[in-house]
Structures are given as C-alpha cells and as structure tokens.
C-alpha cells in the first residue's frame, strides 16, 4: 500500500516523500482512512510505531480541504488541539505537523510550561490553526483568556495512558468541558486500561478502534541481555562497557532524577561525555542536550522515564537500563528506542540483587527470559543480600531477606509487584502524593504537569 493510494493530498504526500518514507507502518494504515471517514478513533499504538504521523497526516488533510471562508483581517482560529503529557513529546509532535504540513497553509503551534506566556499569547494572536499543548499550560491560556478554544473541530489525546499515570485526569476533564461537544476525537494510548476504556467512553462517540502489534511482542531486531552485577559496581561496569566496546549515542535509564546526576558526574569524571536529561533540567537545557546527543557530539545521554517519553531519536545503537523500572512496561518503552524501523539495537541491562523481583515482572510481560550474561570482572558477590529500592522520598519497595525466584528480593510484606507498588498517580515515580487534592487542577506555573510530577522526572 503506498500513501498515494490513502487519498492524502498532493502537498501532502510530496511531504511525505521528501521525509524519506515509502510506505504507510501498519498503525497509517489503519488509522489515516479511519480519519478522513470521520469518525472518532481509539488506537493501541507505541511510540516508534508511527502514531504521530497516523493522526497528523489525515488532520492536515482534513484542515486543508475544508477551512472555512474568512473575512479579512480576522485572525484564523485554533481548529485542531493535539494534547500531550510533556513538554517534549508535544515539540515533538508539532515538529511533525510542521514537517508534513510545510506546503500547506496552515499554521501550528506548541504550547507548555516551564516557559513565558508572552511569546505564546503573541503567537496566539497572530492566529493557530493546530495546537499542540501540555494541558496544564493550555488550561492556565483559557483562564487568562488568551486562547480561545470553542472553534475546535478535532481533538487528539496522544499517549492517553501516560497522561493519566501523570495524574492529568482532572486537566483533561476540564479541557473537555470547554471544547465543543461536536467534534472528532481521536485517543492514542499504549495501553487500554480500565481507565483508559472509561476515558474513551467519555470522550469518544462509537469509535472505530484499532490497535497493531505491542513491541514488546515483535521487537526481535532488539538483542536484550542482562549483566548480572553488584549495586556498588554498576557504574564501573557501564564506564568499562562504554569504553572497551567504544559505545557511542547510549541512552542509559535510571530511575531517579538525583541517580541520573550522580551517574552523569561519575561518567564525566571518567571522561565520557554525559549528559541528564530530567524534569528539573530548563527547557533549554533539555533542549540542548537532546541536539548535542543526536548529533553524536554527547556520548551518553542519562534520562527517566518521564523525561525520555516521546524523545524521538531513531534507530539507537544502544540503549542500557542503569536501573531496571519498578514498572514493567516502562522496560518495553525504554528499550523501543532502540533498533528502530528494522534497524539492529542492542538493550543492555545491569542487574543487581535488588532488583530480581522487577527483572520476573519484565520478563513475565515480555513472555521471555533475558540472557544473562556476567562480565569478567564483574562477577556479583553470591553472598549479598537485597537491599530495599527507595522509588520516591517516602516510597520504598522490597526488603531484605525475602526471596522470589532465582535471587532474593524484596517482598516481605512491602509492595514489590509494579502494580501493588507504584503509585496510580503521580508518575510512577514519586511518592504516592494525590496531585491536585484540594483545590482540583494544580495552579501555578503551568509546567504541563501536575505538581506532584514536578521534579520527579
Ligand atoms: P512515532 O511512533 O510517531 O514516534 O514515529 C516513530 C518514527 O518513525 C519517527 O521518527 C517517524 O519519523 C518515523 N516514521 C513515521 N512514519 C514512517 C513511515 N511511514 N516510514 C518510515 N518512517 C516513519
């Protein structure tokens, strides 16, 4: 099937081609002709399948053959919102409209916190076409009434599922309340959880849905392999793994913020260019590093999983788990940066005795085992005990002496499991604070993220 055959206009699909892309993944292809019939969408789709491209393209079809007459001097209104959870996916996002949209003319923009109003409300005025915004910050522009968002046509939630794990529902009821009833909806999501199927209910009108193959089912071009190794050698070994295989572009997961630093400052000590990448890093400094990091000029890029989601970086050669996720799918998100688009990756991760219970629930999900494989010179001490893994100030899971499995690793009675021990809110990461309690959405900055998440990413 080619794109022409999907009826996507001529500006379009000369976009399309000059992105180097020859045929539509399958999640275009089922999703681009369910747009442009109309109704509303729920799609089961990952990052790195092509999602943004399946909701983008058939937008900008749509937007284009049926903007509305204007009078001159009105300014244009803002006809499609995409919402994202963070700052980088929603830049990301609407980098992509730009890419596909460049011969049309329509005009987007991206909105979230963490930077001035003013530039955005000027922008604004100047008049928007398509929204790409984090709902805090596009919630903090309707109170202030800098945006007006009653025109809105069409509506995506992209990465649905991550949106509420971030505590985004309450913002996203309210981005509901002020849209138009009347409108196409579109719901991307990783995941369909209860929640997610509750969510759709509300938002969607008997939408077509469609869903392609999970990764972590299908990622065969991705070698996995743990590296069994004690807690206190990890950072030896990854230095000694980056240098004696000469890695270059390593995306290394931890996963806190303050581990990730700590591991930068070791990495650069060793003389390996590192950088983090997390929520209390600027705008600008994400911003940068990301660029220093594709262009190959940074080795190692140290990032959480919060902060990693939507970085859109193809076809890694090497994405290594300093630290295994508490939260099971978050090791298929991690490790699809890698070996993209058919492209060879290789996922490496450092295990230590902690983390054996986290290492079952992976591999439980992924339905297969991981080799292991121990590193002369590494080899773990058979004699240590587990330590308890602290996942936020106040969060600590596992305890000593209690065994699953191969090696002993928290239980005792503390939750070990991803879904007994992560908290519902709050990012998976933090301690299990209800964001917004009291006073519903959070107020403030508008950081495209409720405060709970602030600083845990
Ligand atoms: P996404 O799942 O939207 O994050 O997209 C993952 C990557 O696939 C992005 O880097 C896109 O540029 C790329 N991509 C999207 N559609 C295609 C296509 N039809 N052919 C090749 N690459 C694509």
Same mark, same amino acid.
């Given at each position: 099937?080619?794109?022409?055959?999907?009826?996507?206009?001529?500006?379009?699909?000369?976009?399309?081609?000059?992105?180097?892309?020859?045929? &539509?993944?399958?999640?275009?292809?089922?999703?681009?002709?369910?747009?442009?019939?109309?109704?509303?969408?729920?799609?089961?789709?990952?990052?790195?399948?092509?999602?943004?491209?399946?909701?983008?393209?058939?937008?900008?079809?749509?937007?284009?053959?049926?903007?509305?007459?204007?009078?001159?001097?009105?300014?244009?209104?803002?006809?499609?919102?995409?919402?994202?959870?963070?700052?980088?996916?929603?830049?990301?996002?609407?980098?992509?409209?730009?890419?596909?949209?460049?011969?049309?003319?329509?005009?987007?923009?991206?909105?979230?916190?963490?930077?001035?109003?003013?530039?955005?409300?000027?922008?604004?005025?100047?008049?928007?076409?398509?929204?790409?915004?984090?709902?805090?910050?596009?919630?903090?522009?309707?109170?202030?009434?800098?945006?007006?968002?009653?025109?809105?046509?069409?509506?995506?939630?992209?990465?649905?599922?991550?949106?509420?794990?971030?505590?985004?529902?309450?913002?996203?009821?309210?981005?509901?309340?002020?849209?138009?009833?009347?409108?196409?909806?579109?719901?991307?999501?990783?995941?369909?959880?209860?929640?997610?199927?509750?969510?759709?209910?509300?938002?969607?009108?008997?939408?077509?849905?469609?869903?392609?193959?999970?990764?972590?089912?299908?990622?065969?071009?991705?070698?996995?392999?743990?590296?069994?190794?004690?807690?206190?050698?990890?950072?030896?070994?990854?230095?000694?793994?980056?240098?004696?295989?000469?890695?270059?572009?390593?995306?290394?997961?931890?996963?806190?913020?303050?581990?990730?630093?700590?591991?930068?400052?070791?990495?650069?000590?060793?003389?390996?260019?590192?950088?983090?990448?997390?929520?209390?890093?600027?705008?600008?400094?994400?911003?940068?590093?990301?660029?220093?990091?594709?262009?190959?000029?940074?080795?190692?890029?140290?990032?959480?999983?919060?902060?990693?989601?939507?970085?859109?970086?193809?076809?890694?050669?090497?994405?290594?788990?300093?630290?295994? &996720?508490?939260?099971?799918?978050?090791?298929?998100?991690?490790?699809?940066?890698?070996?993209?688009?058919?492209?060879?990756?290789?996922?490496?991760?450092?295990?230590?005795?902690?983390?054996?219970?986290?290492?079952?629930?992976?591999?439980?999900?992924?339905?297969?085992?991981?080799?292991?494989?121990?590193?002369?010179?590494?080899?773990?001490?058979?004699?240590?005990?587990?330590?308890?893994?602290?996942?936020?100030?106040?969060?600590?899971?596992?305890?000593?002496?209690?065994?699953?499995?191969?090696?002993?690793?928290?239980?005792?009675?503390?939750?070990?499991?991803?879904?007994?021990?992560?908290?519902?809110?709050?990012?998976?990461?933090?301690?299990?604070?209800? &964001?917004?309690?009291?006073?519903?959405?959070?107020?403030?900055?508008?950081?495209?993220?409720?405060?709970?998440?602030?600083?845990?990413?």
């Amino acid at each position: 099937m080619s794109f022409e055959s999907l009826g996507l206009a001529e500006p379009i699909l000369k976009a399309i081609a000059e992105a180097g892309y020859t045929s &539509p993944t399958p999640i275009q292809k089922q999703a681009i002709p369910a747009v442009l019939n109309g109704g509303d969408l729920l799609a089961g789709a990952q990052t790195g399948t092509g999602k943004t491209a399946g909701f983008t393209l058939p937008l900008l079809h749509q937007l284009a053959a049926s903007a509305p007459p204007r009078a001159p001097n009105t300014k244009r209104p803002v006809r499609a919102l995409i919402l994202t959870p963070t700052r980088e996916l929603a830049a990301q996002v609407e980098e992509s409209v730009r890419t596909y949209g460049k011969y049309l003319p329509l005009k987007s923009m991206v909105m979230f916190g963490g930077v001035g109003m003013n530039p955005q409300i000027d922008a604004l005025r100047r008049g928007v076409d398509i929204l790409v915004a984090t709902p805090g910050r596009l919630l903090d522009h309707h109170q202030q009434g800098t945006v007006d968002l009653s025109q809105i046509e069409y509506f995506v939630l992209d990465e649905a599922d991550r949106m509420l794990d971030m505590g985004f529902i309450h913002d996203i009821k309210r981005v509901l309340a002020i849209v138009p009833a009347k409108k196409q909806s579109l719901l991307f999501s990783a995941t369909f959880s209860d929640d997610i199927k509750a969510l759709a209910q509300r938002l969607l009108n008997q939408p077509k849905v469609i869903e392609v193959a999970r990764r972590n089912a299908t990622a065969d071009t991705i070698a996995q392999k743990i590296h069994p190794v004690d807690r206190d050698k990890k950072k030896e070994l990854l230095t000694h793994l980056i240098q004696s295989q000469n890695w270059h572009q390593v995306l290394v997961f931890t996963r806190m913020k303050h581990g990730a630093n700590r591991l930068v400052e070791y990495l650069v000590k060793q003389g390996v260019t590192a950088m983090a990448i997390h929520g209390n890093k600027s705008q600008s400094a994400r911003t940068r590093a990301l660029a220093d990091f594709k262009s190959g000029a940074l080795q190692v890029l140290v990032a959480t999983d919060i902060a990693a989601r939507g970085i859109d970086i193809d076809q890694l050669p090497h994405v290594v788990n300093f630290e295994l &996720p508490n939260v099971p799918e978050d090791y298929v998100h991690r490790i699809g940066r890698t070996g993209r688009a058919g492209a060879e990756g290789e996922a490496v991760s450092l295990v230590c005795i902690d983390e054996e219970g986290f290492l079952a629930d992976i591999e439980k999900l992924i339905k297969r085992q991981i080799p292991r494989e121990v590193v002369a010179g590494f080899e773990p001490d058979p004699h240590a005990k587990p330590e308890p893994i602290q996942l936020g100030r106040r969060m600590l899971i596992g305890a000593p002496g209690a065994g699953k499995g191969k090696g002993p690793t928290g239980g005792g009675g503390a939750p070990r499991h991803a879904n007994q021990g992560r908290p519902r809110q709050g990012g998976g990461h933090a301690a299990p604070r209800k &964001p917004g309690s009291g006073n519903g959405r959070p107020g403030g900055g508008g950081q495209g993220r409720p405060p709970s998440n602030r600083g845990k990413n």
